[in-house]
């Protein structure tokens, strides 16, 4: 298992329930249906202005998750990631030993 952290933009359209439950069900891949997983962290930042234009976004609801994974999971997580359309972009990073 190794560390990483992961930074979700979501629609910053996005009621309070329907983004509280994508952040669930992130977390749920995050554990890959594992019921020993360790949680993740989860820092909302909220709604922040992007540099640039994200699929006609100027705004978007940040989410920053640390959390401890399996290698192997990265690429499955990721495929999650693009076929939500409630997510605009995503960055996973290995955190330094």
Same mark, same amino acid.
């Given at each position: 298992m190794r560390?990483?952290?992961?930074?979700?933009?979501?629609?910053?359209n996005l009621e309070e329930?329907?983004?509280n439950e994508l952040v669930?069900?992130?977390v749920g891949w995050m554990g $890959?249906?594992?019921?020993?997983?360790?949680?993740?962290?989860? $820092?909302?930042?909220?709604?922040?202005?992007?540099?640039y234009d994200i699929q006609g976004f100027q705004e978007g609801y940040y989410v920053f998750f640390e959390a401890k994974m399996d290698p192997d999971?990265?690429?499955?997580?990721?495929? $999650?990631f693009q076929f939500t359309e409630d997510i605009i972009r995503y960055l996973v990073v290995r955190k330094e030993e």
């Open positions: 560390e990483y952290e992961v930074t979700v933009i979501l629609q910053p329930t329907p983004r669930e069900r992130i $890959n249906g594992q019921e020993d997983a360790e949680k993740p962290v989860i $820092n909302h930042w909220g709604k922040r202005f992007m540099a999971q990265i690429s499955e997580l990721e495929r $999650n």
